[in-house]
Nanobody, 121 residues
Framework: QLVESGGRLVQAGDSLRLSCSAS????????MGWFRQAPGAERGFVAA????????YYAPSLKGRFTISRENAKNTLYLQMNKLKPEDTAVYYC????????????????WGQGTQFTVSS
């Protein structure tokens, strides 16, 4: 089970950290990813991290503002977001991936329910 948290209303320019807590499976066996879905849009890739945390991948438009990380000892995935913009408003989902790391939503195996946050201008 994956449970996201941390979503809330923020102002443009603020920072926010989302968390994803995993239970019921060996967290450090899986690659993890963050995706987001704005109203009327498809679910899009945000970032991914390998099982060890040694490799990270980002959507090109988000690299430099967003940072993905994980604490395997706490079974938790994080997404640190800085300099937030109104266009970052979306529901953010964490997901896990067995096997090879990926960046396509269709390749991920299990999903959380999502956490919503809104960036006001």
């Amino acid at each position: 089970q994956l449970v996201e948290s941390g979503g809330r209303l923020v102002q443009a320019g603020d920072s926010l950290r989302l968390s994803c807590s995993a239970s019921g499976r060996p967290f450090n066996s899986y690659h993890m990813g963050w995706f987001r879905q704005a109203p009327g849009a498809e679910r899009g890739f945000v970032a991914a991290i390998s099982w060890s945390g040694g490799r990270t991948y980002y959507a090109p438009s988000l690299k430099g503002r967003f940072t993905i990380s994980r604490e395997n000892a706490k079974n938790t995935l994080y997404l640190q977001m800085n300099k937030l913009k109104p266009e970052d408003t979306a529901v953010y989902y964490c997901a896990l991936k067995r096997g090879r790391i990926a960046t396509l939503a269709a390749d991920f195996d299990s999903w959380g329910q999502g956490t919503q946050f809104t960036v006001s201008s």
